[in-house]
């Protein structure tokens, strides 16, 4: 296992990206979002992802010179369309469009169509919580399907995850982010990138038999719901939000479609925000004060383990697999750049 600071895959990613064809607003970009994760420790969506950016470009998946656009919008609404330009850069443009509206007017909904693969939503959901904005943001397929729905026997939906983020001027933003499958499809990467088992309940080999190994789904396996009837159930509504209701099928492209949902709310909206802020503590410190079960050391609230796994990494470095950054520094000769030979200051 190799050890990086945040600085320095931060570089990694800009000089990968610019080298790519994006601009140098863009890079920065996507290298903040991608360490950002690595730093909430979800490396699922860090620089793992780059040779799959780096194919999509060649593929025609994403133009890298492309920009979003608001197409259509009202005081309390908008549709971006984000011209298959990085899912970072057009993740980044709809949240700040939504933090304006709601701020402005309490509450805003905002469509996203067309838009590449956005990795972990609560980079988004986090940033809106820092302008003291409320946001719940979803994505349903977009692209093969790889999770089956309960009681299905084949694939037909995707990871559709789920994101929530109220603001805590207190402390860490109190934040849900998961896939409404039993586990990421990044995190099956990872677990091949480390030559490591899948939990079980997670996974189905090609033949519909349960496995724990993580080349099963690059086989043609394909994954569980989370919670059987529940995690399907949540994969549905994030599939109709993000699809009929954002109407992303009257916008194809590379993919059957690509759409995503976003509401955002003024935390003070229906309250002065000190006054929210208080109701907020005092909910945490019942929670907090329970005593913890056996074999755990406090009681979290979603989001404390991300954030303090990003205090760990900002001191001790980024653990990367070796796998991984063999598999970076292949993808960026491909665009003249290689990362063992790049004059970076950690």
């Known amino acids: 296992m190799l050890q990086f600071s945040s600085s320095h895959l ?6 990968i990206f610019t080298a790519a064809g994006a601009t140098t607003q863009d890079a920065i970009q996507i290298a903040d979002v991608l360490v950002a994760n690595h730093l909430a420790g979800h490396d699922s969506h860090g620089i793992l992802r780059i040779p799959e950016y780096l ?33 970072q850069v057009v993740g980044n443009f709809a949240t700040d469009l939504a933090i304006e509206k709601a701020l402005a007017m309490g509450v805003c909904a905002v469509s996203v169509v067309q838009a590449a693969h956005t990795g972990r939503l609560a980079v988004f959901t986090e940033r809106a919580a820092q302008k003291g904005v409320m946001m719940f943001m979803t994505i349903g397929t977009v692209d093969r399907p790889m999770t089956a729905p309960y009681g299905g026997a084949a694939p037909l939906l995707g990871t559709n995850p789920i994101a929530i983020t109220l603001p805590n001027q207190d402390g860490p933003h109190v934040t849900l982010d998961f896939a409404t499958s039993a586990i990421a499809a990044g995190k099956i990467k990872v677990a091949k990138a480390k030559h490591e088992q899948l939990p079980p309940n997670c996974l189905v080999d090609k033949h519909g038999n349960p496995t724990t190994d ?56 229906f309250q002065p925000m000190e006054k929210y802020n208080q109701a907020l503590q005092k909910s945490i410190k019942k929670i907090k004060s329970i005593p913890p079960a056996k074999g755990f050391e406090e009681v979290l609230l979603p989001g404390e383990p991300e954030s303090n796994m990003h205090q760990k990494r900002l001191l001790q470095g980024i653990p990367i697999p070796e796998d991984t950054w063999s598999a970076v520094r292949k993808a960026g000769l491909t665009v003249g750049v290689d ?8």
């Open 339 to 346: 990362i063992d030979q790049l004059n970076l200051h950690s």
């Open 10 to 15: 931060n570089q990694v990613v800009k000089a």
């Open 55 to 87: 194919q999509s470009i060649l593929d025609g998946e994403i133009d890298p010179s492309a920009s979003p656009e608001i197409i259509q919008e009202t005081p309390s609404s908008g549709v971006v369309k984000g011209n298959w330009s990085f899912g």
């Open 214 to 269: 993580p080349n099963d789904f690059f086989d043609g396996g394909f994954m569980l719901p989370f919670g059987g009837h529940k995690g399907y159930a949540l994969a549905v509504m994030a599939e109709f939000m993000s699809g009929p209701l954002v109407g992303s099928e009257d916008y194809p492209g590379v993919t059957q479609r690509s759409g995503i949902f976003i509401f955002a709310m003024k935390a003070s909206l």
